[in-house]
């Protein structure tokens, strides 16, 4: 399996524009998590799904951030439009909830590094 | 109270040397326990899960105290390759059972 996959790796955007990251989640595994990370925060989770529906998007940001997932082999977060703050790691993580016999906990993607200048 | 506290360090160590960390959890409930590891501008990757029992995988040894709500990792004879972020990371056993992940340990192995 080639794992969770993101894209772009990199952005570079100005602010006021519309950035979309791309995430494909590993085959067969039915939650998808979208996270954050900066140095000031950490690891935040922004929503997740299950069974491609939105379970808990409390810790999306404000209105400028949604977020779809159409089918169970792809999600997109979007930002719109894009301030500086939002600069951070965004990363996408898959796993199979309830966990069936092994726990193997989340898998993550790569990441997109987002800059917002 | 954070449901997943740890000392954010860091460690600084010696190659060789044996090293310590320590999590605590509040949610008595919780099912699974793990550590991951992240590297610098990497993603966080499961390192170990952690069994009741306790486990050890090479040079890594993770321990559960349910009582006390607290996990440990253990690490022997240090590499440099071993500096990374260390997370300790629950799964809550109530609802959608997601991951809580701590805000991590970080380690500094010098030469």
């Known amino acids: 399996d080639a794992g969770v996959i993101q894209s772009p790796r990199h952005e570079v955007t100005e602010m006021g524009q519309e950035v979309t990251l791309r995430c494909k989640p590993i085959?067969?595994?039915?939650?998808l998590f979208w996270y954050r990370q900066t140095m000031m925060r950490g690891l935040e989770l922004l929503i997740y799904?299950?069974?491609?529906?939105?379970?808990?998007d409390s810790g999306m940001p404000e209105d400028r951030f949604s977020a779809k997932m159409p089918n169970a082999s792809f999600s997109t977060l979007k930002i719109q439009p894009s301030e500086p703050r939002d600069s951070a790691v965004y990363f996408c993580?898959?796993?199979?909830?309830?966990?069936?016999?092994?726990?193997?906990?989340?898998?993550f993607g790569s990441g997109t590094r987002l800059t917002v200048v | 109270r954070k449901e997943v506290e740890q000392d954010p360090g860091p460690f600084n160590v010696p190659e060789g040397a044996t090293v310590a960390f320590n999590c605590t959890y509040s949610n008595s409930a919780s099912q699974s326990f793990f550590w991951y590891r992240q590297d610098c501008r990497k993603e966080p990757k499961l390192l170990m899960s952690v069994y009741s029992s306790g486990n050890e995988d090479g040079r890594f040894t993770a321990q559960l105290n349910r009582a006390s709500q607290y996990i440990s990792l253990l690490i022997r004879d240090s590499k440099l390759s071993d500096s990374a972020t260390y997370l300790c990371v629950v799964r809550k056993n109530t609802g959608f059972q997601k991951l809580v992940f701590g805000t991590g340990t970080r380690l500094l192995v010098s030469p």
């Open positions: 993580a898959s796993s199979l909830t309830p966990p069936t016999g092994v726990d193997y906990g989340y898998t």
């Open positions: 799904f299950n069974n491609n529906v939105p379970i808990d």
């Open positions: 085959s067969g595994h039915n939650s």
